[in-house]
């Protein structure tokens, strides 16, 4: 047999389910459209002329006492002999019809707080029950009845909003049933007034910047000079503005800041005297020997120890220092003087 047109039990399953979700989307889309009731329940038609019908449009819902039991099919101008009303027609559940008679009338009504359309049939026990594609009689047009229903509606969401804030719901209730958030609003409101009157007082350094004239000139001759030094900048002008266009001198640093680079590289290594003295722990040591010995021969000195340290605490040392420097120097006077009496040259013949 040939595989191509073997049926499996997969394949037969998503055909299965691809029926059956075709079939829940048609059903959503009857139940949609039918306006209210089952979607497969039966239909009739009727309609109402209206002189005003306020904004209706198609799709609107049909109510019957309350119900919603269907839509609005269209709304259009009547022709010559309907005086230039507005047709409204509508397709109603059938199990309505005998509730709607020749007693009910028609009228506007509204949904929600935004005012959206609806007609509303109000249903009679008495009278004939309408016939498919039947009038039905429109009330009496009342100018303020559209508004006093959008009025009455509002009204009651703002009954509801109220009992809500009354109840201590929300932000507004909360202000006004917890005492603890109402006495944070109260300190909150009052450090604004207080941060408010230092603000304007000539104290302060705002309120002074406020109401110092002399001030605001220094403020504004100070936002000036950043902008002529800016302006400078961006013309090249002065050190920086040559920093900022002179390419020659960017080169110059990239280089000097790459030259650095590499010594401290090299320095890091371990390389060259600075790198043998920052890395080479015998350097180190024979340093640190060197300067102990120093510091030894320092400490020797101020303790009078050896020639220098005699030198320099012994008096009688200064002394005889002084006192033969007193007289070498005399003696260098004597010979200049008279070089004779020290240098005698004997000559002799052979």
């Known amino acids: 047999m040939d595989r191509s047109k073997t049926l499996t039990w997969t394949e037969l399953r998503v055909g299965l389910v691809m029926i059956a979700s075709v079939g829940i989307l048609a059903f959503t889309i009857l139940y949609i459209g039918g306006g209210g009731g089952s979607p497969f329940s039966r239909k009739y038609r009727l309609r109402a002329l209206m002189a005003d019908v306020n904004g209706l449009k198609p799709g609107a819902p049909v109510r019957v006492g309350g119900v919603e039991v269907g839509n609005v099919t ?180 990239k280089a000097l800041t790459a030259s650095l680079s590499h010594l401290s590289t090299r320095v890091e290594k371990g390389e060259g005297t600075m790198g043998k003295l920052v890395s080479d722990e015998g350097l180190y040591v024979k340093i640190d020997q060197l300067t102990s010995r120093v510091d030894a021969l320092v400490g020797q000195i101020e303790k009078g120890e050896g020639s220098a340290g005699r030198f320099i605490h012994d008096p009688e040392v200064y002394n005889n220092m002084a006192a033969a420097t007193r007289e070498l120097r005399q003696l260098v006077a004597d010979i200049r003087a008279d070089p004779r009496k020290y240098l005698r040259v004997k000559m002799s013949l052979f």
């Open 74 to 253: 269209s709304v259009s101008i009547g022709g010559p002999e309907q005086k230039g009303l507005v047709e409204v027609q509508m397709r109603l559940d059938q199990r309505v019809q005998p509730q709607v008679t020749t007693e009910s009338r028609v009228g506007l009504g509204t949904l929600g707080l935004l005012g959206e359309k609806a007609l509303d049939i109000a249903p009679a026990s008495r009278g004939v029950p309408l016939e498919d594609g039947s009038l039905v009689p429109s009330d009496p047009v009342d100018p303020f009845k559209g508004l006093l229903g959008d009025a009455s509606q509002s009204t009651a969401y703002l009954r509801r909003i109220l009992a809500r804030m009354d109840s201590g719901e929300g932000l507004l209730g909360k202000a006004l049933r917890d005492d603890e958030l109402y006495n944070r609003l109260t300190d909150v409101s009052g450090r604004l007034q207080r941060l408010l009157t230092k603000m304007e007082s000539d104290t302060s350094p705002l309120g002074r910047v406020i109401g110092d004239r002399e001030m605001s000139d220094r403020l504004a001759a100070t936002v000036r000079n950043m902008e002529a030094a800016s302006a400078r900048l961006e013309a090249g002008q002065g050190a920086l503005g040559a920093l900022s266009h002179d390419d020659e001198l960017a080169k110059d640093i």
